[in-house]
């Protein structure tokens, strides 16, 4: 199965792509420490659709007749979401409810035919409860099936921590490029799901480690599942706390930092689609009255963060964030760093801003 969203690539002042959850500077600062890990998939969080176990039965034509019902309400529900915010179309919406049944289902091996009994891992009801909220609460398909395919990963997710865009992907290649990378120590700040550091903890060495912070316990849960389904616990330490405060005990020894931090205007988070805003976190979104507040304070933070010839990589909100972000650390910061440059994304959008500490 190969997920997608159900939002298109934006413009550069207006994407949906944001970072995993964050608190807003003003929120008082708290102590950090490490994350304390828990059983995989602990009571309090259900595993995503696809490893639950089929434990459910229904027949080929109970299915079907679910698979009617929920293709009516698409087709219907399709021309008015797109009309009204860019939502999912029915095309797409069509192809998620393939994706939904595919996750959910297990045919039988020993039968064959119309009547073939099919394991569910969900209740048949629960299919229609999930199909429901999918089209009238808007409810975004990577949390109904508890997963999003992110480059050769499947990752958890869930409500509270921001689902993984396709153009943050871009992130591991730009770390992969660093000379010598795979055996320094990186940075991984607002981690989320964790997607970052998983894609860079899997390029490691011996000696290569990934801090990956944030201040969401939930966030960190989420993180702490897609590192232990890695098998990555040796390479990607947790760290609770908000940006830099969990690194100071290696604060200025770090080969690299990586970041995709909220960056969307506080007067665009009421405009974005429904799946978006009202059901990804805001702290996750909220980028202060310009979008800024979070990555000025990370330009500011890296130079003491990062060692000598330190690589950092930070995604935007496009064009008018990164020229910014460029002229501030090649000029005012210039003193601390150098070879700033402005990568394009996939839509030729200028998503990120790299560069070194001198």
Not at 3 to 21: E, G, I, T
Request: contains cysteine; aromatic residues 8%.
């Amino acid at each position: 199965m190969t997920l997608r969203f159900a939002f298109p690539v934006c413009s550069p002042l207006a994407p949906f792509l944001a970072s995993s959850l964050h608190r807003r500077l003003s929120i008082p600062s708290r102590s950090s420490s490490s994350f304390s890990p828990t059983p995989l998939f602990s009571s309090d969080h259900r595993p995503p659709l696809f490893l639950r176990p089929p434990a459910f039965a229904a027949s080929r034509t109970d299915l079907h007749d679910f698979r009617r019902w929920a293709e009516s309400l698409a087709l219907a529900a399709g021309p008015r979401l797109s009309a009204s915010d860019g939502g999912p179309d029915a095309a797409l919406l069509r192809r998620e409810l393939a994706w939904l049944v595919e996750d959910a289902t297990v045919a039988a091996a020993s039968e064959s035919g119309v009547g073939e009994e099919l394991r569910l891992r969900v209740e048949l009801e629960e299919l229609y409860r999930l199909w429901k909220a999918r089209i009238e609460e808007r409810r975004p398909f990577q949390y109904i099936v508890g997963c999003e395919h992110w480059r050769d990963l499947v990752l958890v997710v869930k409500e509270g921590v921001l689902i993984p865009r396709p153009e943050t992907e871009m992130v591991v290649d730009l770390v992969a490029e660093v000379e010598g990378f795979e055996k320094g120590l990186w940075a991984d700040l607002g981690t989320g799901s964790g997607a970052i550091a998983v894609g860079i903890g899997r390029m490691l060495q011996e000696g290569g480690r990934v801090f990956a912070t944030d201040l969401s316990p939930v966030a960190l849960e989420v993180a702490r599942l897609n590192v232990e389904r890695y098998e990555l616990k040796d390479k990607i330490e947790l760290r609770w706390g908000s940006w830099f405060e969990p690194l100071r005990d290696v604060e200025g020894k770090l080969m690299g930092l990586v970041s995709n931090p909220p960056y969307i205007p506080s007067s665009h988070i009421p405009g974005l689609q429904a799946e978006v805003g009202q059901h990804e976190p805001k702290l996750a979104l909220d980028g202060g009255e310009a979008g800024m507040d979070h990555l000025l304070h990370l330009c500011e933070g890296s130079a003491s963060a990062l060692k000598s010839g330190g690589f950092f990589a930070f995604e935007t909100n496009g064009d008018e964030q990164s020229e910014f972000l460029a002229d501030l650390m090649s000029i005012k910061l210039g003193n601390f760093f150098h070879n700033i440059k402005m990568i394009s994304d996939f839509a030729g959008i200028q998503r990120f801003v790299t560069g070194f500490r001198r």
